[in-house]
């Protein structure tokens, strides 16, 4: 009788995976298989008719993409028993359909999400991810997590018709990139504002398999020389939920940028100054140096940061090559619950490419800084503070972030074929202030609950250690690209004396991307 029933207990527990993941499989078939076959026989259609695939009419257009990555971790490993190895699976798919004339622009953008593998052994009773597969279980609560979502659903209103050339108004739901609000239109200029100015505060977060988007209004002036932005918005959940369409009401961000465009003070040259300020009201319990009973919760003590900052971007041509520098700083001011907020940042970037070497040689030398809090009990608070930044950019292999970090680094691009390009990193990592924590997270994800940093102490070591990562790109076609990424971190002290079981890490993944 006990055996019959533990067959059958077995093979109910079958039925159920079977049907979970014949359930997911269907999902995928029906939002990204089906409408994929659809716009291919449409795009034949189009091309024919010497259309751009996807084009229904001279209004209308359909876009998408799919994602599929697979990642191996290997981190760190705390005196505790926990699993600090592991793999996972993640299946993105989005399908958009597109609107334009002359006095609006819209998208309507559904998308699916899927995270599978996630391991329910890698955190720490402290609540402490290993890595990030162990932070998508903690926000999703399961070890295969998905959901279908509004993505993005917006209007773009244009005052060109109007008598008002440049000006736009942007309301609903969308992505919002600070540093990307214009685009130069020369390829290598525009790839550097992407890769090292982008999303360092707000960010869709797209380098994270849900994303991030942003509800509210944006409101645009693009002049001949300069373009002025003003955004008001709420983030929505996602970055490690896949609850991506809830909005986060008690959050809410005012942003302002003006930006002299490329060339039109000095030749090759860009500058931006900006205004943030991020207002956080969430039930939830900060993240700082203080000890944790001291730490009030949000919805008790104000949060609220002003940030102002600038950058410069020059790209010349120098000899038989270009010449690149960059120069970003930023300050912060403000209330950090009942402390009063302080705080910067400073990036400073140089760079060369040989453009007429075999592989077209890149090298770039970087040095980050952002201040630390020095004293846990002096009133002030001076970690420097990300807001809900895509942080991934900028700790590809994310065991830091920007906040109390100097990380100085060289870089080596290399361009073998047209269609493929490696990227070699080696980085120097360290706190900038050993009294506060070694910090980590990638930003707000849910409405309430986690605050999205969490952060270890050191005990007095600064040394964080060395990371060498190195990325190889692949592009098949306009549509299809391909990364290899691989990335190992031999940790310092401090690491060491947060993870003594095992100080350094790994990690591995390899995606194919396909857009049309």
């Not at 003070?265 to 700082?288: A, F, K, M, W």
């Not at 503070?385 to 994310?398: D, E, I, N």
């Not at 002290?493 to 095992?502: E, F, L």
Request: glycine share 10%.
């Amino acid at each position: 009788m006990l055996l019959n029933r533990v067959i059958f207990q077995k093979q109910s527990d079958r039925l159920l995976f079977n049907a979970s993941l014949s359930n997911t499989v269907l999902r995928i078939l029906f939002f990204y298989c089906f409408p994929a076959v659809s716009l291919f026989v449409s795009s034949i259609a189009a091309t024919r008719a010497g259309q751009p695939p996807g084009q229904i009419n001279q209004y209308l257009r359909i876009n998408g993409e799919f994602l599929g990555s697979y990642e191996n971790w290997n981190y760190f490993r705390p005196a505790s028993a926990v699993n600090n190895s592991y793999d996972l699976w993640v299946v993105r798919s989005r399908l958009g359909l597109m609107f334009s004339s002359d006095y609006a622009d819209g998208l309507v953008q559904g998308q699916y999400s899927g995270l599978y593998g996630l391991p329910d052994d890698a955190a720490l009773p402290s609540g402490g991810a290993l890595g990030l597969g162990a932070g998508y279980f903690l926000a999703n609560r399961t070890t295969g997590a998905s959901n279908v979502f509004l993505k993005q659903g917006y209007l773009n209103f244009k005052f060109n018709k109007l008598g008002l050339p440049g000006a736009a108004v942007k309301i609903g739901r969308f992505e919002l990139a600070d540093g990307m609000e214009y685009r130069s239109g020369v390829e290598k200029f525009d790839a550097l504002k992407k890769k090292r100015i982008a999303e360092r505060l707000v960010g869709g977060f797209n380098a994270i398999y849900v994303g991030r988007a942003f509800d509210g209004f944006s409101v645009v002036y693009d002049g001949l020389g300069f373009n002025a932005t003003v955004s008001g918005v709420h983030p929505v959940q996602g970055n490690l939920t896949v609850q991506g369409q809830k909005q986060i009401s008690d959050i809410s961000i005012l942003y302002a940028a003006l930006t002299s465009k490329k060339d039109a003070v000095l030749p090759g040259t860009e500058g931006r100054l900006y205004y943030l300020n991020y207002d956080d009201q969430r039930v939830s319990q900060v993240t700082d140096n203080r000890p944790l009973s001291a730490r009030p919760q949000l919805s008790d003590e104000k949060l609220n940061i002003h940030t102002i900052g600038a950058h410069l971007l020059s790209l010349q041509p120098l000899g038989s090559g270009s010449f690149d520098a960059l120069l970003m700083g930023a300050y912060q001011f403000g209330s950090w619950t009942n402390l009063s907020h302080r705080a910067w940042a400073f990036d400073a970037e140089v760079g060369y490419q040989w453009h007429k070497l075999p592989f077209k040689p890149w090298v770039r030398a970087v040095y980050y800084r952002s201040s630390g809090d020095g004293n846990a009990h002096d009133g002030r608070h001076q970690t420097f503070f990300s807001a809900v930044p895509s942080g991934r950019l900028y700790a590809k292999f994310p065991f830091y972030n920007q906040m109390n970090i100097q990380d100085i680094f060289f870089e080596f691009i290399a361009f073998p074929t047209g269609k493929t390009q490696i990227n070699v990193n080696l980085h120097q990592l360290s706190l900038a202030n050993v009294n506060d924590l070694l910090y980590t997270g990638l930003g707000a994800s849910l409405k309430s609950g986690a605050f999205g940093y969490s952060g270890s102490a050191t005990h007095g070591h600064r040394e964080i250690g060395q990371l060498i990562d190195v990325t190889l790109t692949h592009g098949f076609n306009k549509y299809l690209t391909s990364q290899l990424y691989f990335a190992h971190a031999f940790g310092g002290s401090a690491m060491k004396s947060i993870y003594p079981s095992k100080s350094d890490a790994s990690i591995f993944l390899v995606n194919f991307n396909l857009v049309f």
